[in-house]
């Protein structure tokens, strides 16, 4: 798998509106190397910040894990979950 393409936005804001189109693309897509383009280049930092501040957050005291590997399992259960995604339209 190749790396995730850090953002080039430089605002500090991690999510987006034009996030929510990305995630559509990625749930409606049936090719995987458009879906890991996807992912890789728009959706693993939003994702990725988004496990820092879950973990950051309620702590999991029972989880014995390191922070790296809890962060990964966080991703993973928000990939999972993406097709549960629902974008808000004005």
Request: no cysteine; proline share 7%; aromatic share 14%.
């Amino acid at each position: 798998m190749n790396e995730p393409i850090p953002p080039t936005n430089t605002s500090g804001v991690y999510w987006s509106s034009d996030l929510d189109d990305y995630i559509v693309q990625y749930n409606e897509s049936d090719d995987a190397e458009l879906r890991e383009r996807i992912f890789r280049e728009h959706l693993y930092y939003p994702l990725d910040k988004m496990s820092e501040s879950i973990i950051n957050r309620f702590k999991f005291p029972y989880i014995n894990d390191s922070f790296d590997e809890t962060k990964k399992q966080v991703i993973g259960f928000l990939v999972m979950n993406l097709s549960k995604y629902k974008p808000i339209r004005d």
